[in-house]
């Protein structure tokens, strides 16, 4: 017992010192910054990013929008849409959920830069595009160091501390669900997981491809049929949500600075905005300019916060199933006695058919974690790929890559056994990792992120398709641009140079 209890500190610690108010303030200010730097896309450009997500088609080589949208929204939505905003609400209180949306608005555009970052200094891999952090750190940052010590941290974190989030949830509710041992459900799991990572990059864009859409609808369908029934409460919702979130409403005030603290960090952990994640799904899309990708993935963020947790948070809050926690200890408000912050959402899909709760949040989960884990998978693919770039066809990557794999099949597999707040304290404690070393990353390439955004403003103001030059703005390093140019869009890209349009190499 001593030794779980040590392990669940030690954790807990570990969690604690990434997730300090340091990290949050970076988050928020990066956030801001980069909207107001690009003059708030996330408004201006909603039109755009709908219709890059519809656009492109996939190559031999890359994966279309739709798929790249589909992989890094599949590694979004995950447990944190359900659990996750449950215990921000736990700790925090109703006043969580805004911070939710206020870190999911503004990190859009951090997922902005992070995607097209990785669009303008990505590679080809065994035949393959792929980039993301480790990627622009080694050529924007010119440091190769970093960027490989950023790739050993995304492997350990998507290859080993996050898996058992995602498994831990799920058989957790299949248990109560369906009274099945987590045993059970880790074998089933890991079959179908294996079955599909196993089958590389393309087979997992395939299956997010599949089930995403339909299990986002799905989910979003039964949230509204819930806040239909409970319509007279609408208003006391958003007044909890907002007087909780400014300190306004007394009973909440004593989880005033949890609110923001949890918010943000579930939000964080949510929507990946600024972590680096799903620019790693960004960097594998077959695109004509970055700044296509980076609109998909800002809109993935929308979807995901804006969309899916709210739709947790509006079943919990309108059905008052969920409790909330002093910090000192003991509770502040407790509508569910004795009921886990993780049983919030099963006791509110209840209210609209008994029993119905347990199966309907269990089946969720499995495509939720599901597609997580694929995206997770697709992640530590890329990096193992950055890794052995300049021995892609050798035995030492193949070994690596199966090795990778099987690491986390098994890290799935034990995390189904394990406490739950050990494998929450060190997969949070993962996220946090990467999300300090990709913001501070971002922020120091905001220009050259920035300026993709403008020349494919300045393009489209010419009616044009816009299609990706890097001197136009000023990059070095992206060589492998003129190339899929060339070979892709040679109409665009001659129409742009009929245009006389010079590029925004120069522009501040």
């Not at 208003?235 to 949500?241: A, C, E, G, K």
């Not at 790929?385 to 098994?410: C, D, H, K, M, P």
Request: aromatic content about 12%.
């Amino acid at each position: 017992m001593s030794d779980t209890l040590d392990l669940l500190g030690i954790s807990a610690r570990i969690d604690g010192f990434f997730w300090g108010w340091i990290m949050i303030v970076l988050c928020l200010a990066a956030g801001v910054f980069f909207s107001v730097a690009m003059r708030f896309p996330q408004l201006r450009l909603i039109r755009d990013m709908v219709g890059q997500l519809l656009g492109g088609k996939s190559s031999a080589r890359g994966v279309s929008s739709f798929q790249g949208f589909a992989m890094a929204l599949g590694g979004r939505v995950g447990t944190g849409n359900i659990t996750g905003v449950a215990s921000a609400i736990y700790f925090g209180g109703p006043g969580a959920v805004f911070w939710m949306w206020a870190i999911a608005f503004l990190g859009a555009g951090s997922a902005y830069i992070e995607s097209a970052l990785a669009q303008v200094w990505k590679e080809e891999i065994h035949g393959e595009y792929r980039g993301g952090p480790a990627y622009y750190i080694e050529q924007g940052l010119r440091s190769p160091r970093l960027g490989a010590a950023f790739a050993l941290l995304t492997i350990l974190s998507c290859g080993v501390l996050l898996p058992g989030i995602q498994s831990n949830s799920f058989a957790v509710a299949a248990r109560g669900a369906f009274g099945v041992s987590p045993v059970y459900m880790a074998a089933l799991y890991v079959i179908l997981l294996g079955y599909i990572i196993f089958g590389g990059g393309k087979r997992i864009a395939r299956a997010a491809e599949m089930i995403v859409p339909f299990m986002a609808a799905g989910y979003i369908v039964l949230a509204i049929v819930i806040l239909v029934v409970n319509a007279q409460k609408i208003p006391s919702i958003l007044s909890l949500i907002f007087g909780s979130a400014f300190n306004m409403n007394a009973l909440y005030g004593a989880v005033f600075g949890q609110a923001v603290s949890y918010g943000v960090k579930r939000g964080v952990f949510s929507n990946e905005a600024g972590q680096g994640t799903g620019a790693q799904a960004a960097g594998a899309a077959e695109v004509s300019h970055p700044a296509k990708q980076g609109l998909v993935q800002a809109f993935s963020v929308y979807v995901d916060t804006l969309f899916i947790c709210t739709a947790t948070a509006v079943m919990i809050l309108a059905t008052d199933s969920f409790n909330v926690a002093l910090p000192a200890g003991g509770m502040l408000v407790e509508n569910l006695p004795g009921v886990a912050s993780g049983n919030f959402t099963q006791t509110a899909v209840n209210t609209i058919g008994t029993g119905f709760g347990g199966i309907f949040v269990a089946i969720a989960l499995f495509f939720f974690t599901l597609t997580t884990m694929l995206a997770y998978a697709f992640y530590v693919d890329s990096n193992v790929g950055y890794l052995f770039r300049s021995n892609s066809e050798g035995r030492g990557y193949r070994a690596t890559l199966n090795a990778s794999r099987v690491a986390i099949i098994f890290m799935v597999f034990i995390s189904t056994v394990m406490s739950a707040d050990v494998v929450w304290n060190f997969g949070s404690a993962g996220v946090g990792m990467m999300a300090w070393f990709n913001v501070i990353a971002i922020l120091l390439l905001a220009r050259p992120g920035i300026a993709t955004l403008r020349d494919y403003e300045a393009q489209k103001r010419l009616g044009l398709d816009p299609v990706f030059v890097p001197e136009r703005c000023g990059i070095r390093g992206a060589g492998l641009w003129h190339e899929i140019a060339r070979r892709g869009y040679p109409e665009q890209l001659e129409r742009l140079r009929g245009s006389g349009d010079s590029g925004c190499a120069g522009e501040e």
